[in-house]
């Protein structure tokens, strides 16, 4: 099979360049206009992208569209190196990814193998799934589910990004406002006391020395705070103290539920596209316990795992660790009688999204107006520190 680099016009109108792979030029004209474009420039090109050559690892927002483009080309009985072939003329950084994934399921390998040649954009939990579609013959609906999976763990995770960014932000600006006022301001305005010769009020006292201090240590307290911070990074790499601070976050009033709620939607999501793809439970519940970021729910459902591998029910092993709420708990036992399982877990899944999403909204709304009035109360200290002595004065002027 050899590679063609081609140049076409989308059905826009837009000028199009890439690479694609085929027996032969006839064949390579054909698959463009099969992918919508009108062929104006086909010639022999290198050699096709091979699995030994190195390959450029896929964003996450790259890996969900073209999963979502695969599967509704798959769905619509579309053989799958067509498919591929397809997504590839329609994506410009992926494609010689794809093209390899392709060129190794034209020589028979099955997708979910080919797709294992690329580790760095397709995890294993990524590749399962694939390959319990094609153990099930139903790829097309299997993939169209990871593609739902996908697109919700991102929004998920943005949302969380989102609600973690604006009050950094906001505290960040507020140490500043107040940190230029203690170095630059304050100093300039205290040494007019200097020359009363009277015993400055405590709050002024405070202020002047918390002054002074930021001026000589402020620079190595914020090395020292890099510092730290870094080694707490490298220090949650190492199992004891990542378990240790898990457990920490688990016990916060608003962040532990709101990290338990994220993680508790991922693995119901996760677990739901596996059952209903027509894996093995077991095999599911070890693929969505890796999707689980708490390290701490982690070991609770390795014992999940454990109880059920003993001939024990998901809902009973789930009840057992208590490593989720109660109400999950009572869906998956409501699933197992009825029969719907994998529904029951989506749907919990969907609950489950939707309150992180409002306990995220309704903190950010109540972290605002505390954030500001922190800053607002610090302001007025240093408001204070100086406008009491200068009262005093005047006082003392009038008598």
Not at 62 to 87: C, F, G, K
Not at 159 to 185: D, E, S, W
Not at 230 to 256: E, S
Not at 344 to 365: G, I, K, P, V, Y
């Amino acid at each position: 099979m050899a590679a063609f680099q081609y140049e076409a016009l989308d059905q826009s109108g837009r000028k199009k360049k890439g690479m694609l792979s085929a027996d032969s030029m006839r064949l390579a004209r054909r698959e463009l206009r099969d992918a919508g474009l009108t062929p104006l420039r086909i010639e022999a090109g290198a050699a096709e992208t091979g699995s030994g050559q190195r390959q450029h690892p896929l964003s996450n927002s790259d890996v969900v569209m073209l999963t979502r483009q695969a599967a509704t080309l798959i769905e619509t009985a579309t053989p799958v190196e067509e498919a591929l072939n397809a997504v590839a003329a329609q994506m410009e950084k992926p494609r010689a990814t794809l093209l390899a994934i392709r060129s190794r399921v034209m020589e028979g390998w099955r997708l979910s193998d080919a797709l294992g040649e690329h580790p760095k954009s397709f995890s294993p939990l990524y590749r399962a799934i694939v390959a319990a579609g094609e153990t099930s013959g139903d790829l097309g609906r299997v993939m169209s589910r990871l593609a739902d999976m996908l697109e919700k763990n991102r929004a998920m995770a943005m949302k969380a990004i989102t609600a973690l960014i604006y009050p950094a932000v906001l505290m960040l600006v507020a140490v500043g406002v107040v940190t230029g006022l203690m170095i630059f301001v304050v100093p300039k305005i205290v040494d007019q006391f200097d020359t009363l010769g009277a015993r400055l009020p405590l709050i002024t006292r405070i202020v002047i020395g918390l002054s002074a201090f930021l001026q000589s240590w402020g620079l190595a307290l914020l090395v020292l705070i890099v510092l730290g911070a870094l080694g707490l990074w490298q220090g949650l790499r190492l199992p004891a103290i990542r378990l240790a601070f898990d457990r920490f976050v688990l016990r916060l009033p608003i962040v532990g539920k709101l990290s338990r709620g994220l993680d508790a939607a991922r693995f119901g999501r996760t677990l739901s596209t596996l059952f209903a793809s027509g894996a093995p439970l077991l095999e599911c519940l070890q693929a969505a316990r890796k999707t689980v970021v708490n390290t701490e729910l982690r070991a609770r459902l390795g014992e999940t795992l454990t109880s059920v591998s003993e001939g024990t029910s998901l809902s009973a092993g789930l009840r057992k660790a208590g490593a989720f709420d109660p109400m999950m708990v009572y869906m998956v036992a409501a699933g197992e009688r009825s029969g719907t399982l994998p529904a029951m877990l989506d749907r919990t899944a969907s609950h489950m999204e939707a309150q992180f999403d409002n306990s995220t909204t309704l903190a950010l709304r109540l972290l605002e107006p505390v954030i500001i009035v922190f800053m607002g109360l610090i302001v007025l200290a240093i408001v204070l520190a100086i406008l009491v002595p200068i009262l005093q004065l005047n006082t003392l002027a009038a008598a």
